[in-house]
């Protein structure tokens, strides 16, 4: 199974851009890149998922790398809510598939 | 919106007792899954159910059985809880239209077994 390359955190200032990267060399051109966040005592909640073009949504933006090996996730203006750790996961296009989780990027937003 | 519900946030067992987790979802849908999540080690998939009487092990599911008689209901057994199986428990649901659906997650059991 493909799997995806994720730094282990990351640091942000309030209210400023995030880029949050990940690789995914193995990448086959079925499987879907989604994006998910963990909050403190709650489950995962989904953020933004794509195939091949970039994706906009109220969260997130999600750029993708034109040979699909990366891709990063873009919140465009950072607030201490957003204080997460951020999967990034390959689903398989077949329905009934599981998602395999990393270990994620845990993201601290500094005031 | 998706509403994924676990009976308990917090669980205490003993050793060796047979302890249900349930789940249960609002939305239709024919996916149900249940993972645990330790530190160090993500989020790792116990079972999963495509549909109702139909179930798929996952990459862990030693010690673990599950039962999903109805659609919206999806329960995790431990039939003989031991102390490594302490840990947090996640379930989630999805439509089964391929991989552009995305999952949506309950909040978690904490359970802990003495």
């Known amino acids: 199974d493909a799997k995806t390359t994720q730094p282990n955190s990351m640091e942000s200032n309030e209210e400023e851009p995030v880029h949050l990267p990940c690789n995914h060399s193995t990448i086959s051109g079925t499987d879907y890149i989604h994006w998910y966040r963990q909050l403190p005592s709650q489950g995962p909640e989904y953020v933004i998922h794509g195939l091949t073009s970039n994706v906009n949504n109220r969260m997130a933006s999600l750029a993708i790398a034109e040979d699909r090996k990366s891709s990063t996730l873009i919140l465009h203006r950072a607030t201490l809510r957003d204080a997460a750790v951020y999967y990034c996961?390959?689903?398989?296009?077949?329905?009934?598939?599981?998602?395999?989780f990393g270990g994620g990027t845990r993201l601290m937003v500094k005031p | 919106d998706v509403k994924v519900t676990q009976s308990s946030r917090y669980l205490v067992k003993r050793t060796g007792e047979k302890v249900f987790l349930e789940c249960v979802q609002d939305?239709?849908?024919?996916?149900m899954f249940w993972y645990r999540q330790d530190p160090g080690l993500g989020l790792r998939l116990i079972y999963f159910?495509?549909?109702?009487?139909?179930?798929e092990k996952g990459d862990i599911p030693e010690g673990y059985s599950v039962s999903r008689e109805k659609k919206e209901r999806f329960s995790l057994i431990l039939e003989s809880a031991s102390t490594n199986q302490t840990s947090m428990y996640l379930c989630a649901s999805r439509s089964p239209r391929g991989g552009s659906q995305p999952q949506h997650f309950g909040d978690g059991t904490r359970l802990s077994i003495l």
């Open positions: 159910s495509y549909d109702v009487k139909m179930k």
């Open positions: 939305m239709d849908h024919e996916n």
């Open positions: 996961i390959l689903a398989k296009s077949n329905a009934g598939n599981m998602l395999t």
